[in-house]
């Protein structure tokens, strides 16, 4: 149940964060 309130929360976090920012977090991630 806290599991599916997080990712609700993270995606919401992440539309309102700008493209560059996204790109950037994408970036980070996969190395």
């Given at each position: 149940m806290l599991k599916v309130i997080l990712i609700?929360?993270?995606l919401q976090f992440l539309l309102e964060l700008?493209?560059?920012t996204m790109i950037a977090m994408i970036y980070m991630g996969t190395r």
């Open positions: 609700v929360f993270l700008p493209d560059k």
